[in-house]
Every structure is written in structure tokens, then in C-alpha cells.
């Protein structure tokens, strides 16, 4: 049961590692370190132990660190750095800031300081900080093509460097910075925190650590100060720095009882991982359950069921990232993925293997990194990566391929791969798809097989090592002939390296030995306790199967003739190393005295090595079986004759070397009698064939070592001639450099000079500056000033207010704010006044309604050139205000001398008819009607008469006539005061009765509601007149025919009468001059009918409306004041 209890173990300084490593050798110009800064072997150190806490912090943070630092005792037990995100180009104010808020010394850090318990190190602005050995060391910030992420640094070191002694804190802040960080603080065994959003000022910062779920504890800042004076006050603080402390304080005998216990609960038996790992996993859950004494963390695990699972999850703690250590990718991409597409069918895909995947950032790594390197290859088969782990909740998140912190991949990377999700990055589906995520212990389940690459970095560290050594041949058997293993950097494969050889030492890079005996490999769970051993002997037989078949016992034939008449034989890899026994060689090899080796030429007996290492030479050149006999060797005190043959193999340049004890050739008889010759003639032949077989071989040896010796001194000669034009350009470079240092000896003689002339120069550019700032700060006036890339150079307070700016805003370009203004020229106006040189002025507003002159000048230096513009705010918001209220009160008065004028012309007008109607009223009537009367009577005559047109005639001039009379009435009617007479009468009995007066058109349809019992106090003839005028206007709004409603419904104090006819209707503007006096719409017509309808409906108290719509006709709404009820009479 495996899954990586930490991810990474690289040097937790991060990027900054080789750097660091550099700056302890040598001091490079990059390091700052004060003059006459004593050297930290200097200082002191202190003897009691105490925790180091790293904060980190960005806008927002100096408030919140003052907070933090208000409730923290003077004499505190630990150490506190601050990490703030800083202007580079700005000097620091933060010492002096912080010191004001607590009584603990405050200093800025500078490089090599050591830190001390109850003191706060301040980083200064422009700088990286790491610490080493209780030493803070700083280097210079270098531009980048991605985000500094000056906390994430520091925290790393911190967490290498302290291990269960650091403790990470993040407060209010924007970007995302600190999450790698405090994901080092969790793995080496150290507590962290993040600001609640209750009190974080921003929260970009503590959120990005909460999702990531890197922080234990998420607290107000003075909270968080309270946790910090507990965890440096317990009494387990010791044990942080002293492993074996810690071993007394977690000993064996207790971590069993946790061990059982979360195999109960989960299933995972950790008996076997390193215990030092799961000891630091035990402490810091003690350290955030605030449990002193392990018996009672034991205690606990038993009481809560939700114990052992967090504890699971902590032990299998999820450190991971994207392209961790870059240089190992880089490996990959310039060694190992050439060779895996060497002579691939394009339709075999790459086969990938990462166990121990976490939340899936390395196989999505591995996935691009395929993915950009088959963009310029001409074969591109498919990509399968399986990632595996045993922690199904990591899984989940791997599989979503969502992330918060993306800042180790490039700019180029994010945007091809990554899509934005929520303030998050998605992987992209092309690179999901090519990952299949499972659970699976890597121990006890069976592997994948047929691997091109397995990724296994940062697993085995944290094995013990029984599970060690029966993880790695496991690796090996899923690899393919071929594949490669990759490692982390403080991991190997043991003693293993039959199984692998180094591919790439430095990246830890290993490729697959092919194995003629490859070792057994068990898929279930690995158990130390002593095993029950049953019947053993007797070979186990499978169920249903009571008799072995013919080919097992072929099989088993098989193997007992070659154990029992086989030769002695060994077969070797490339390396000429031993890699397998066949039978007894006891004769012909033996271990060599000293270091233990399995050289085949080490282990060969005397006499034997130079046939041997010829043999061996020609059958690797020439790929053929290459036979020796006839070879005397000394073996066991007495010479021997042997045999030997060197067969190549067909996998992996492997040999098969034969040894057999030479037999003599001659018969019996005759050797019988060569033996019995006195002279001792075949035994001298014997000798002297063997003497010239030895000869003959030691001469090919030695023609093979002069020709090697002939190889190495060639060359040896072109080194030498290499060397020796390396020496003349070294010579030549050197005359150069002699040249180029009394050249800079010149120069620095007059930079000397000008050095001292820029001194006097920052002098006075710093009075400059300060009265310059001055000016700035006491002018109420908002002020920024912007460069010709319109980027905000300076900001005084009032323009941040105004404008809604921050500090960090310096630098930013001014048209990718979002300002409190409404202003949507601005940009242009400004780029005017860049390009013109005219300035600009314009009146606008702010979010809230507030009035300013904006100014815009140009920018001019001394020397006369334009390289940005000034922008100011002049407050003219009174002065807009009175100007709005003039201009409002010069209008409104306009309006009114007009209203007034035209009811005085109207009121002019109605006089004049008032008078007009009076005459002719006086003068006219009784002629009028003298006319009427004739005309009736010559009506009557004509009408008995034969003469028709006479009756015509008459008629035309009766019609007339009425006409006339109906002028006058309505004038005298409209002009005269209304006088009302009010009576009790029933609104419903007094429209029938008008309705009842009008010869209403065959072609109009008259539809009537009207309500019985709607009493109302009114003049009778008055409102009679009214309804007239009002049913008269609806008909001639008909001439073609239509249809007339009429309904009468009572209310609760009113009664309401309402006219409807279908006719054209009027436009919205006529509708509302209907009722003006002499307004009409028809060519004859006098205006009066309706303005007379509306005085007298007013003079019963009452209201009349009217709503047209052009084509669907128009709608006269009567109010009238409900009179006694005829019911409650």
C-alpha cells in the first residue's frame, strides 16, 4: 500500500536552490551584504529551541501584521518573518511602520543575519529571501517570464531548513502567492494559517491557500497571534529540531497502537513506510488538536471515527505542482523522448506510468511535455498516461483538472493548455483525455505492463525498505524492453542495477536491463509478522485438477536433465557483469578478494582471463559463436583442461558463455602405450601443443592490446594538438585581458569622477523629490501624472481617492483601471494632448454626482520634450450646482411669463366672446328668430306645393340657421357663470332621457350598462347639457358608423359615467388640448362643445377625463358625487 506521504522533496529554496548553493562558496556581486556586516558565525546562537514563523502578506498585510503583533507577548518563544510583496523601486517604510505597533524589535533583514526568538525580520524591497541553519541570506530579484513568488520561496527554505519547527502564515493580500509554500510547511511536519475573509482587507491572498487546502487553521489575525504563543510555549517545542528526541517522545511501542488503528478504520497498513515521516505526520496533528501527551492522542483516535481518516490524509499529504524541477523534463525531452519514438509504428501509442499521481499535476505536466515535443516530430502516435494513486479524494480533483496556482507554467503554456475557470485554471480537454486516472496501491495490486516511461519520483523515500525492495522489481516488470524509469532526486534503485542501468545520473533517469531471470514479483500486501507454513511438502494443486497434465510433466523433465547434465555456463550483459549461474562453475570461476563483483574477468581463474576477454571481444564485434579449447587453467591446487564457447543472445547484447573439462581424444590402447614410452614423447607434444595454443592466444592479446594502446595515443595526439591551440587561444585571450583591464583602470578612474558628480546630483534630485512630494501632499488638488506608454508615474492622495487607486496602481497603464468617473473620452483626450501638445479641459462627474474641471496638460522635461501629460481635478461642484439651479430657475420662469401669457390671451379672448355672445345674443336673437319663424311657415307652405326646390332652399336655410343659434347658445352658455341648482336625481333615468332626444344613425350601435339606483345631487338641465355635448362629440366622431357604449356603475362615494365610441380617436397631443377653449378638430366646428362639457361636470364637484388611441376610438371618463341612494330612502 503506497502513495506518496509528500511530494517533492527537492531543496525546498525552490528556484532559488543553485543560487543559494553558489552564494555559500562565494559571494557574488548579486548577494547584498552591508559593509562590515558581522558574519552569522558571530552571533550567538541560542540554546533553548524555538519555532520560526513565516508570514506572508501583500496589500492589506501592514494592517493585518500590526493587529497580529498587538497581541503577541514582548519575551515570545519564537521567531517572526515577514514576506510583503514590495515595490521594487520604492524604499520600504514598513520597519518603521511595524515598530510602532508592538514592543518586539523590528528590523529589516540584511543578508546573513541570523534570527533570534522574540524578534520580527522585516524583508527588504527587491529581494528573495531563503534561510539556511537558522540564517536568512538575500538575493537580488531578476526579471522573469513568470510571477516572483518572493513567499513561496521563503517558505520552501523555511520548511527544508526548520522542518516541524516552521509555521506558515498568510494574511490579506491580492495574486496568488504562498500555496507551494505552506504545502512544504504541511509535508516536513510544520502548522499553518490563513486569515479569515471576516477581516482579511483581501482576500485573494488566504483564499487561494483555503481552496488549496494547505492551511490548518483559519483565524483572525488576533487569533492567529494566540495559537502562535500556545504552539511556542508546548512542550513538545524541543522535539522539533531533534529527530532522535522525537523517536523518544513517539516511540515504537505507541506508534504500533496508531498503526492498528488506522488499519482498522482505513484499511492502509503504514507498519512499513519510514516511521521518522509518519512521526512528523503524528506531531503536527497533536500540534493543531492542542494534545500534549501522545497517550491521549491515542486516546483520541479511539473516541473520534473522524480521527484516523484525517490522520490517513495527512500522512498522504498532496504536495505536488506543475513541472517540478524543470531540468528533469528538459532530460526527458532531449534524451528520453527521442529514443522512445525511435522506429515506432505510429499507431503504437506511448505508454506512461505515474504512481503515487496526487492531484495530477505531474501527469498533466508529462501529458504537455509529450504533447509540444511530437509538435515537431514527424511521427505522432497516440499518448496513454496512467496515473494512479491510492487516495480516491485526490483523484476526484485530478480528474476536474482545475487548479488555483499556476504560476510555475509559463505564459505560452497557460494559454495553449490552460482555460480560465473562476479565477482558476481547467486543463484543457485535449490533455484530459490523454489521462486516465485510478486508484490503485502500487504494492498490493497488480501493474500495468508494456510501459514506455514510468514516472515514480518521490515514492520510495518514503518506504521502508521491505516495501523498497519489492516495489522496484515491480517497476521493472512493467516496463517494456527498452523503457526508463524516472526517480526523484534523492532516490535509487538500490541494489537493483542488474535490473537498470543509469540513463541520466544527475536527473536520476534509469533504463530497463533485460534480464534472462527476471526477479519473481508478488502483487499482495507485504506482511512482517511470521507467516503459518502448511504441508510444505507437497506442491500445492489447483482446484478440480487431481492429476498433472502432459506438459508439466515434460516441463518438470525438462528442468531436472539441464539442473543435472547441463554445463557449467554464466551469461553476461554488456557490461561483462554476471547476471545468471547455470550449473556448477566452482572450477572455472571464483570470487576475486576484496570489494564483491560479478566482473566476469575478476571472478576467472588463472590462465583462463585472456582467452576468455578475446573470446568475449570477438564474439561482441562479430555477433558469432566463438569456441576456445584445449585451455590450461590451474583450479583447486591441480591444472585443468578445459573447453569454453561464447554464444551471443539475441536480447539486450547479452552472452552465453559454456565451460567443459577437456576429455582426452585418443583410444585407450594407444594412449596406454604412449604413456608406457620411456622418452615421454605424446606428453611432450601434448605440452608443447598446448605451449603454442597459449602463445598463439596471447599474441592475438597483445596484437588487441597494441592496437588499442595505438588507438588511445592517436588519440592522445590530437588532445595534445587540441590542448595546444586551446593554449594559444588562452594565450591570446590573456594578452586581451591585460588589455582590457588597464582600459578599465581608465574607466574607473573616470567613473570615480562621475560618481562623485551623480552624488551631488541625487543630492539635490532628492531635494527636488522631497519638496516636489511636499507639494504633491499639501495641494487638495487630485493630481496624477502619466508617462507617454500611459502608465501611472505618481498619484497624490487626493487622486487615489477620487479615482479609486492604490498604491501598487504606480506602474500600471492608466486605461486598463477602472476609475470612479464618467469620463469615456478621457484616454483620448489624453492621447490628444500627448500628440497636440494643446491642453484639454472638459466638466465631468464622478460615480456619486460629484462635479470636477478635469485639466490635462502635457508633460514637458527640461530639455523641452513631451514624455507624458499631468492630469488635474478642479472641484467646481458648487459652482455647477449654482449654475444648474440658474439655468433651472431662468427656464421655469420662462415657462411661466408663457402659461401666464397665454391665459391672459385666452382670458382676453373669452371676454371678447363674452361680450361678443351678449350682443349677439341681445341683437341677434329676436331677428334670428323672426327668420326661423318665417322659414317654418314657408317650409310648411312648399311642403303642400309642387315646387320642390323652394323646399330645399328653405331647409338649407333653417339648418343654417339652428347653426347660428347653436354658436350663440354655446357662447352665452360658456361664457356666463355657472350657476347650479343641485337636486336629487337618478344618474341612470337622466342619461336615458338623453339618450332618448337623439335620432341616432341606423349604421351606429348603441350599447348600454347602466347601474338602477345611482342617485347623485346635480342640476338637471345642466348635466343634461353636459351629456349632450358629450354624446353629440362621440356620434360626429362616427360619420361612417360604429358603436357606442355607454355604461353607468356606482362606486363607494362616486358615480361614474362612461362614454366609448369606436371612432378614429386622437393623437396624444390633441388629447391633451380637447378641452382648451375654440379647440377643435373639425373644419366646422366651434371648440366650445367639450370645454363647456368640462365646466359644468366640475361645477357639480365632479371630474371628467378623456384617453384616445388613433383607430380604436376614444374614452370619456365622468365622476360624479354619489347622492342618497334611492334604496335607503
Request: hydrophobic residues 40%; proline residues 6%.
Amino acid at each position: 500500500m503506497v502513495r506518496k506521504p509528500g511530494s517533492e522533496r527537492k531543496n525546498a529554496r525552490g528556484a532559488t536552490a543553485d543560487s543559494e548553493k553558489n552564494k555559500r562558496s562565494n559571494h557574488t556581486a548579486s548577494t547584498i551584504r552591508p559593509r562590515g556586516e558581522i558574519s552569522p558565525q558571530g552571533v550567538k546562537r541560542p540554546t533553548r529551541p524555538f519555532p520560526v514563523v513565516g508570514i506572508g502578506a501583500s496589500a492589506g498585510g501592514l494592517e493585518a501584521f500590526s493587529q497580529l503583533l498587538k497581541f503577541l507577548p514582548e519575551q515570545i518563544n519564537a521567531s517572526l518573518v515577514l514576506v510583503q510583496h514590495l515595490d521594487p523601486t520604492y524604499k520600504s517604510l514598513l520597519t518603521e511602520l511595524l515598530s510602532k505597533a508592538t514592543k518586539i524589535p523590528v528590523v529589516e533583514v540584511t543578508d546573513g543575519v541570523r534570527v533570534l526568538p522574540g524578534h520580527v525580520y522585516v524583508i527588504p524591497p527587491n529581494t528573495n529571501m531563503t534561510i539556511l541553519k537558522g540564517v536568512l541570506y538575500l538575493t537580488r530579484r531578476v526579471e522573469a517570464a513568470h510571477k516572483q513568488s518572493p513567499i513561496d520561496i521563503f517558505l520552501k527554505s523555511l520548511a527544508e531548513d526548520k522542518k516541524m519547527a516552521a509555521i506558515g502564515v498568510i494574511l490579506s493580500g491580492t495574486s496568488v502567492d504562498g500555496i507551494e509554500g505552506l504545502r512544504a510547511i504541511k509535508q516536513e511536519g510544520g502548522v499553518t494559517f490563513a486569515q479569515d475573509e471576516t477581516t482579511a482587507k483581501y482576500y485573494d491572498l488566504p483564499r487561494a491557500a483555503i481552496h488549496a487546502g494547505v492551511a490548518d487553521l483559519v483565524l483572525s489575525p488576533p487569533d492567529i497571534a494566540k495559537e502562535l504563543v500556545r504552539l511556542s510555549q508546548y512542550p513538545y517545542v524541543p522535539y522539533f529540531v531533534d529527530e532522535q528526541r522525537t523517536e523518544q517522545f513517539l516511540p515504537h511501542s505507541h506508534l504500533g497502537k496508531i498503526f492498528v488503528l488506522l488499519k482498522e478504520r482505513t484499511g492502509a497498513d503504514f507498519s512499513n513506510y519510514k516511521h521518522s515521516t509518519i512521526r512528523r505526520r503524528i506531531l503536527r496533528r497533536m500540534m493543531v488538536l492542542r494534545i500534549a501527551k501522545l497517550e491521549d492522542y491515542v486516546d483520541y483516535l479511539r473516541k473520534n471515527p473522524s480521527e484516523p481518516e484525517k490522520l490517513f490524509q495527512e500522512i498522504l499529504i498532496h504536495v505536488t505542482g506543475f513541472f517540478r524541477e524543470p531540468e528533469t523534463f528538459q532530460a526527458l525531452r532531449t534524451e528520453i523522448f527521442p529514443q522512445l519514438l525511435r522506429n515506432r509504428n505510429p499507431n503504437d501509442p506511448i505508454r506512461v506510468w505515474i504512481p503515487g499521481c496526487s492531484t495530477g499535476e505531474e501527469a498533466y505536466s508529462l501529458g504537455i511535455s509529450l504533447t509540444e515535443f511530437l509538435d515537431n516530430s514527424p511521427v505522432k502516435p497516440a499518448i496513454q498516461i496512467f496515473a494512479t494513486d491510492i487516495n480516491e479524494s485526490v483523484l476526484g480533483k485530478a480528474r476536474e483538472g482545475i487548479y488555483a496556482n499556476a504560476s510555475s507554467v509559463s505564459i505560452g503554456r497557460l494559454r495553449r493548455f490552460f482555460a480560465p475557470s473562476n479565477g482558476n485554471y481547467q486543463i484543457n480537454k485535449s490533455i484530459r483525455n490523454m489521462v486516465v486516472f485510478a486508484k490503485q496501491d502500487v504494492i498490493a495490486d497488480p501493474p500495468f505492463s508494456k510501459m514506455d516511461l514510468i514516472m515514480c519520483r518521490n515514492v520510495l523515500i518514503y518506504l521502508g525498505p521491505v516495501l523498497q525492495k519489492k516495489l522496484v522489481p515491480i517497476l521493472h516488470f512493467a516496463l517494456k524492453p527498452g523503457g526508463f524509469l524516472v526517480l526523484g532526486n534523492f532516490e535509487s534503485i538500490g541494489n537493483f542495477s542488474r535490473l537498470f542501468k543509469t540513463a541520466n545520473f544527475k536527473q536520476k533517469i534509469f533504463a530497463k536491463r533485460v534480464t534472462p531471470a527476471p526477479p519473481a514479483v508478488e502483487f499482495f500486501p507485504v506482511r512482517l509478522e511470521a507467516r503459518e507454513v502448511k504441508d510444505t511438502a507437497r506442491p500445492p494443486v489447483r482446484p478440480g485438477q487431481l492429476y498433472p497434465t502432459e506438459n508439466e510433466v515434460l516441463r518438470e523433465a525438462d528442468r531436472v536433465l539441464l539442473s543435472k547434465f547441463s554445463p557449467a555456463s554464466v551469461i553476461i550483459n554488456s557490461d561483462m557483469e554476471i547476471v545468471q549461474f547455470r550449473g556448477h562453475t566452482s572450477l572455472f570461476l571464483e570470487p576475486s578478494p576484496g570489494k564483491a563483483s560479478l566482473n566476469l574477468l575478476k571472478m576467472a581463474k588463472e590462465g583462463i582471463m585472456m582467452e576468455l576477454r578475446s573470446a568475449v571481444q570477438k564474439a561482441k564485434e562479430e555477433g558469432v559463436t566463438v569456441r576456445r579449447e584445449g585451455i590450461r587453467i590451474l583450479s583447486n591446487n591441480r591444472y585443468v583442461t578445459l573447453d569454453m564457447e561464447v554464444l551471443p543472445l539475441k536480447m539486450g547484447g547479452c552472452l552465453l558463455i559454456t565451460f567443459e573439462e577437456a576429455m582426452s581424444k585418443v583410444p585407450t590402447g594407444t594412449r596406454a602405450k604412449k604413456v608406457q614410452s620411456p622418452n615421454g614423447e605424446v606428453q611432450g607434444k601434448r605440452q608443447v601443443v598446448q605451449l603454442q595454443q597459449e602463445i598463439s592466444s596471447a599474441r592475438d592479446y597483445l596484437q588487441s592490446i597494441i592496437e588499442e594502446k595505438e588507438a588511445g595515443i592517436e588519440e592522445l595526439k590530437a588532445a595534445n594538438e587540441e590542448i595546444q591551440s586551446s593554449n594559444e587561444e588562452l594565450q591570446s585571450t590573456n594578452e586581451e585581458l591585460e588589455t582590457a583591464k588597464e582600459e578599465l583602470q581608465s574607466t574607473n578612474e573616470e567613473l570615480t569622477t562621475v560618481n562623485e558628480e551623480l552624488q551631488n546630483r541625487n543630492i539635490e534630485l532628492a531635494q527636488a523629490n522631497d519638496d516636489f512630494n511636499n507639494l504633491l501632499t499639501s495641494v487638495n488638488i487630485p493630481i496624477v501624472i502619466l508617462g507617454s506608454d500611459l502608465r501611472i508615474r505618481r498619484a497624490n492622495a487626493p487622486a487615489e481617492r477620487l479615482l479609486n487607486l492604490l498604491p501598487t496602481d504606480i506602474g500600471r497603464s492608466f486605461s486598463d483601471l477602472k476609475l470612479n468617473i464618467d469620463a469615456p473620452t478621457l484616454i483620448s483626450d489624453i492621447a490628444e494632448v500627448i500628440d497636440t501638445v494643446n491642453p484639454r479641459d472638459a466638466d465631468i462627474r464622478d460615480n456619486l454626482g460629484h462635479w470636477w474641471s478635469n485639466w490635462i496638460r502635457p508633460y514637458r522635461t527640461a530639455d523641452n520634450r513631451i514624455e507624458g501629460v499631468v492630469i488635474s481635478f478642479i472641484d467646481i461642484d458648487r459652482l455647477k450646482r449654482v449654475e444648474e439651479k440658474l439655468i433651472a430657475d431662468s427656464e421655469n420662469l420662462e415657462r411661466l411669463v408663457e402659461e401666464r401669457t397665454n391665459q391672459l390671451g385666452d382670458a382676453t379672448r373669452l371676454s371678447a366672446i363674452g361680450e361678443t355672445a351678449a350682443m349677439v345674443g341681445h341683437d341677434l336673437r329676436n331677428p334670428l328668430q323672426a327668420i326661423l319663424n318665417t322659414l317654418h311657415l314657408a317650409k310648411d307652405k312648399a311642403r303642400s306645393g309642387t315646387d320642390t326646390g323652394l323646399l330645399g332652399l328653405l331647409v338649407t336655410v333653417q339648418e343654417q340657421a339652428d347653426y347660428v343659434n347653436r354658436i350663440i347658445t354655446d357662447l352665452q352658455d360658456y361664457a356666463r357663470p355657472v350657476k347650479t341648482t343641485l337636486v336629487e336625481v337618478d344618474a341612470a333615468d337622466l342619461l336615458n332621457e338623453v339618450l332618448s332626444s337623439f335620432e341616432i344613425p341606423a349604421t351606429i350601435k348603441v350599447i348600454t350598462d347602466i347601474q338602477p339606483g345611482t342617485n347623485i345631487k346635480a342640476d338637471p338641465s345642466l348635466l343634461r347639457r353636459a351629456l349632450t355635448n358629450i354624446i353629440t362629440n362621440a356620434l360626429q366622431a362616427m360619420p361612417d358608423g360604429g358603436r357606442l357604449s355607454i355604461k353607468v356603475q356606482r362606486g363607494e362615494k362616486t358615480v361614474q359615467i362612461k362614454v366609448i365610441d369606436s371612432g378614429e380617436g386622437v393623437k396624444p397631443d390633441v388629447a391633451a388640448k380637447i378641452f382648451n377653449p375654440l379647440f377643435t378638430t373639425r373644419a366646422k366646428g366651434t371648440g366650445l362643445g367639450l370645454p363647456i362639457a368640462k365646466r359644468l361636470v366640475e361645477a357639480h364637484e365632479g371630474n371628467i377625463k378623456l384617453t384616445s388611441e388613433p383607430g380604436k376610438g376614444t374614452s370619456i371618463l365622468i365622476e360624479l358625487p354619489l347622492g342618497h341612494s334611492r334604496r335607503g330612502s
